[in-house]
């Protein structure tokens, strides 16, 4: 039998690059082999093209504009808290990408593991007094203010 090991992942906007070694083991089913071979190449594939693809946010990953509005926490804990201008420049920059950024990060698995209150966290355009951004929308449960 065969195993695939991969040896290098190396992912870029240019083109992904996969280094892949294939090892005899004492085994000799090539059925097993086959099925290892059709089960990493399609699972690469998929997290490939995750990666390469363009999504809510352009070609940056959810989880990335999520960590960019770290300068937001403070903001997300109450209503009343003051919005730091860093928040407010990455929220707006994250409107220029695309409107539906920023609610694809607020529903993202990495801002509900943070804790974060999406009841608070949706009014933080508004807070930043953003001109564009798009009054009335849903996301989620909630409407952004």
Do not use: D, W
């Not at 089960?39 to 989880?63: D, R, W």
């Not at 770290?70 to 209503?79: I, N």
């Not at 003051?82 to 707006?92: D, G, I, L, T």
Request: glycine share 4%.
């Amino acid at each position: 039998m065969y195993v695939l090991q991969v040896v290098r992942l190396e992912i870029s906007k240019e083109a992904p690059l996969v280094v892949v070694e294939l090892r005899k083991m004492a085994s000799n089913s090539a059925t097993s082999a086959a099925a290892a071979i059709i089960i990493f190449l399609l699972a690469s594939h998929a997290y490939i093209q995750e990666v390469l693809a363009a999504g809510e946010c352009g070609k940056t990953p959810i989880n990335a504009a999520a960590a960019s509005l770290s300068p937001c926490a403070t903001a997300t804990q109450s209503k009343t808290a003051m919005v730091p201008p860093a928040c407010c420049s990455k929220v707006s920059a994250l409107f220029k990408i695309s409107p539906k950024c920023l609610c694809a990060v607020l529903l993202s698995p990495l801002v509900k593991q943070a804790g974060i209150n999406l009841g608070i966290a949706i009014t933080i355009p508004k807070r930043c007094n953003i001109r564009n951004r798009p009054v009335g929308k849903k996301c989620g449960s909630y409407t952004l203010p």
